[in-house]
């Protein structure tokens, strides 16, 4: 009796609430081994990582793979960032509710889309204008109304909207943009990757601290070239 109860309530409650993402599981098992399984442990970052559906933010193609442990073709020559190193970014720049964040290269938006779910809003600049057009109507049909997309050139940041808590640069560069570290807020944390495109670059931090600039090293990593209008 009792059975037959708990099939009826779960057969009712499956036609109330029916399964629309088929990937969770896949996404929950991407978080448990390849982020917090290889040492993310910021809980707001975990939690952003869980609830943002990435097979949404890569071409039809690519959904199946979506939850691998590697970037993803986006078009226009551009790839969607591995899940590992968009979830160890955003820990490395302390997302917190009160915070503002400047992203270059939008992308697919899917790095912007996890801030989102953390601080209190995000600008985002992509430089390919078919992108920027397709991530600001993707994040808008996804209800991230604290999200703003520019099409242009990342370099001289977004002045209006400065300073910046946080800045994320997502295309590796041959130097630090000067303009991006005058945005900077006090205590705000920049991280890009530095170094020549083609090659492994370093990821580097920059952290502002009473108008001073202190670096750091992080890792390695692979970013698509930093481009000049
Ligand atoms: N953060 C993205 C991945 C970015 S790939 C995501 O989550 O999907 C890097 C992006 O940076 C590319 O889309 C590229 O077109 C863009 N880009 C390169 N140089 C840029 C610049 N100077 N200003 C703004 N965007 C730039």
Redesign the pocket.
């Known amino acids: 009796m009792r059975l037959i109860a708990i099939i009826l309530f779960s057969v009712m409650w499956k036609s109330i609430f029916p399964q629309n993402d088929p990937y969770l599981d896949a996404r929950n098992r991407m978080v448990d081994e390849q982020i917090s399984g290889r040492g993310i442990t910021d809980n707001k970052t975990l939690m952003a990582m869980r609830k943002v559906q990435r097979h949404l933010?890569v071409p039809e193609e690519y959904k199946s793979q979506a939850y691998n442990d590697y970037p993803l073709p986006?078009g226009?020559?551009?790839?969607?960032?591995q899940p590992y190193i968009?979830a160890y970014m955003t820990e490395t720049v302390i997302p917190e509710k009160n915070k503002t964040a400047l992203?270059?290269?939008?992308?697919?938006?899917?790095?912007?889309a996890?801030l989102a779910e953390i601080v209190d809003s995000v600008y985002?600049?992509?430089?390919?204008p078919e992108?920027a057009d397709e991530?600001a109507a993707r994040l808008k049909m996804l209800g991230y109304s604290n999200i703003k997309v520019k099409s242009?050139?990342?370099?001289n940041g977004w002045p209006e909207h400065a300073p910046f808590d946080i800045i994320?640069v997502?295309?590796a560069a041959g130097e630090i943009p000067k303009p991006l570290i005058n945005q900077l807020a006090e205590n705000g944390r920049l991280v890009i990757p530095v170094g020549e495109t083609g090659a492994v670059q370093e990821l580097i931090l920059l952290v502002k601290k009473k108008g001073k600039i202190e670096k750091k090293r992080l890792t390695f990593v692979r970013?698509?070239?930093?481009?000049?209008?």
């Open positions: 933010f986006i226009y020559g551009q790839t969607i960032s968009v992203e270059i290269g939008t992308g697919s938006g899917y790095q912007a996890v985002t600049i992509e430089i390919v992108l991530s242009g050139d990342g370099y994320l997502t295309a970013f698509v070239p930093f481009k000049r209008d």
